[in-house]
Structure formats: C-alpha cells, structure tokens
C-alpha cells in the first residue's frame, strides 16, 4: 500500500492530466475562528458529541488541504482510516443532508470499519497526548469503550470542519474515497498503481462528489 503522500500526488497527477492543474498558491487550512458563524456552531455540537467539554476545548488544527485546484475548487482523498463509528456520527446532523457525499461516507463507515482498525489501531493512529486532551484518556487499542480512540474522534471532527465550510458555501469541495469504485476497481487500487486508471471514471467521480 503506498503512503498517503504518494497517493495523493498520484491523484494530482491523473487530476492534471484531465486538464485540473494545480493551484500555485494554498489557501489556509481551516481554523475556527475563520468559519462562518453557523459552520463554527455546527463543528462545535459535533465536537461535545464526540465528548470534548468546555474544559478540553483546544484550539483545532487541521492540516492544510489535501489538494487544491486552479480554478479554486479543493479536493479531499479519504483514506482507510477516515471510515468508523465516529466519521459516522459526524454526518448525521441534517446540515451534511446535501453533501453530495454523505450517502457513500455513511455506508463506508458502516461496512470498513475493520479496515480502519487493521489500519488505525496502534500508536500515535489511536491517540496522541493532544487528542487525551481534547477527548479523555483513550481505552486499550481496539477497543471502544467510553472513551474509545481520541485521535478517532479528532479526525472525524476535522474532517467535519470541512464539510461544514462546504455546506455553508463557503469552499467548493470534493471529497473521493479509497473505496469508491473507479472502472471496474477502486480507487484505492489505482491509487497504488494496482490496476489502470479510468480518467472518465475519476472525472465523472469527482464532479458528482463536489459542491
């Protein structure tokens, strides 16, 4: 399996030979007090769901975007670990109803959660002193007791940060899956130069995922 970052230029590549070329400047990663005011409350609600509290309220960091576009438009690549029980919960508010992507998001994280734990279960993949902080000390790796995986939880949230910026219109953004089926394979095989790239696939896939 190759590496997030060989993934993602490899998505770059076949994005550019569409004629999607890359952006020269990135726009800043999202922050809280940047979003619109709506988007912040929404992220907020999710953010006491998944058990943070006043008291473990951080400032939120997520990392920059995955890919940007010339023309503006962002693209996010979602790996094997992004698909469990709490990515699940962070599309259940009636807000992520029109992403064009919350339909196949749920049913990933309903059918791959085993892959995100062969994936997501040891180490800093399952909690990290910072995530502790934001959500509680983590249960044993594996297991979802309580507290479950802090670093779970933090990804779902972050991952939620984008959707509401989305939702509120504030990005144009397409969100494909290593599980999405691209030609009669997944992208996650063509990702990892496993099988031939169907180019009309992916443009179709990626026109349907953006808002």
Not at 171 to 185: I, K, N, P, Q
């Amino acid at each position: 399996m190759a590496g997030q970052r060989q993934r993602q230029s490899r998505l770059q590549g076949l994005l550019t030979d569409l004629g999607r070329k890359p952006a020269g400047v990135r726009p800043p990663a999202p922050r809280l007090d940047n979003m619109p005011a709506e988007a912040a409350e929404r992220v907020l609600e999710l953010f006491r769901a998944l058990g943070g509290t006043a008291e473990s309220m951080v400032v939120f960091r997520p990392g920059v975007w995955d890919i940007v576009l010339a023309d503006g438009s962002l693209v996010e690549l979602d790996e094997e670990q992004h698909f469990n029980r709490y990515r699940r919960m962070s599309l259940e508010p009636a807000w992520a109803e029109s992403l064009p992507w919350t339909d196949d998001y749920r049913r990933y994280c309903d059918e791959h959660e085993m892959a995100s734990l062969r994936k997501a279960s040891r180490g800093g993949y399952w909690a990290s002193p910072s995530t502790e902080r934001m959500f509680g000390p983590a249960d044993p790796p594996g297991t979802f007791g309580p507290s479950g995986s802090p670093r779970w939880k933090q990804r779902a949230l972050y991952d939620a940060m984008r959707d509401a910026l989305a939702a509120a219109g504030a990005v144009r953004l397409s969100r494909v899956a290593v599980w999405d089926e691209l030609g009669g394979t997944t992208l996650a095989r063509v990702l990892d130069d496993r099988a031939e790239a169907d180019h009309e696939a992916l443009a179709e896939l990626v026109a349907l995922r953006s808002t």
